[in-house]
């Protein structure tokens, strides 16, 4: 057993009569090369799964600790980070195989992701997140928080930035908002639902100073089929679609796609647009969304200094 001690370390504990305890571990330290003495951490390597877990990750990670994004990071349709994801590998294909092969200490998933793709990659011996709470902003800043904990002190200081500046944004346009009326709108889509409380959609509704009709007159919960008969005597303002061409060819297709069909919104064309990305985001930049939904419903905003917000 002793032989398995280097002959400089063995050397070391006959010095220790002659060394105060502090200034002979001092020595062992030095001389030992590092016996007894806890590898360096790992480095942190984190693969996303999904746009919502890239946009929180490229919030408070550092470059270094970003191994992968999701196969969509780069697609402006539906990343709010596309620009940003251009500097990092994607996953290219949704099996564990391809995730496990950028070697990650974290993944990062969602409650809509595979979940037999969550259990191969935990099976495997990585860490996972579940992003599982996204309804409200306040619930994505407590993941966010979760998410900065594992990447580090800076990661924690970067979150604590991001809340800071979302929630300044929406006291600001809180506050631009006062008094001005809601504008009754829908959020048709071609799936055959519609977006009524408990989802992204009422959320944005909730702060971009609208009133989701799905919701208050029709009584839908989450993404129901519409009430066909009901909906045709919504009062309907405007339509809210996704989008960021003209405003025509976006109605266009619902006019052949009842019922809304029959709504005198989408015959006459009454409808906003914001980018697709906007109106599907779960994470913290759906601030941009409440934004950029208030400033189409509420034009007169634009003079009252309601302009494009910049989060990293």
């Not at 950028?102 to 969602?110: E, G, N």
């Amino acid at each position: 057993m002793v032989a398995l001690i280097p002959a400089r370390v063995r050397q070391g504990f006959a010095r220790r009569r002659r060394l105060g305890v502090g200034a002979f571990l001092a020595w062992l330290v030095f001389f030992a090369g590092g016996v007894g003495v806890a590898p360096a951490a790992e480095p942190v390597r984190v693969v996303s799964q999904t746009v919502g877990t890239d946009e929180l990750l490229l919030a408070v990670a550092a470059p270094e600790q970003i191994a992968a994004l999701s196969h969509l990071a780069r697609d402006p349709v539906f990343s709010g980070v596309a620009r940003e994801a251009a500097a990092y590998a994607q996953i290219t294909l949704g099996d564990a195989e391809t995730i496990l092969r950028h070697r990650p200490t974290l993944a990062l998933f969602a409650d809509y992701s595979r979940a037999e793709l969550v259990e191969q990659v935990r099976r495997a011996g990585v860490p996972v997140l579940i992003f599982d709470r996204y309804k409200t902003l306040a619930e994505v800043h407590v993941f966010l928080r979760r998410l900065a904990a594992e990447l580090g002190p800076e990661a924690v200081a970067r979150a604590e930035q991001v809340a800071a500046s979302d929630l300044a944004r929406l006291a600001a346009l809180r506050t631009r908002l006062a008094g001005v009326a809601a504008v009754r709108v829908i959020a048709p889509s071609t799936y055959g639902v519609i977006a009524g409380s408990d989802t992204t959609f009422q959320d944005l509704c909730d702060h971009a100073g609208a009133e989701n009709l799905a919701s208050t007159l029709g009584g839908l919960r989450g993404h129901a089929a519409p009430p066909t008969e009901r909906l045709l005597g919504w009062p309907v303002e405007r339509v809210v679609l996704s989008g960021e061409g003209d405003v025509g060819e976006a109605v266009a297709r619902y006019r052949t796609v009842p019922p809304y069909s029959f709504l005198p919104a989408v015959r006459e064309g009454r409808a906003v647009l914001i980018p697709g990305w906007m109106l599907g985001c779960v994470s913290h930049r759906r601030v941009e969304a409440y934004e950029a939904l208030a400033r189409a419903l509420h034009p007169q905003l634009e003079a009252a200094g309601v302009a494009e917000g910049k989060l990293k």
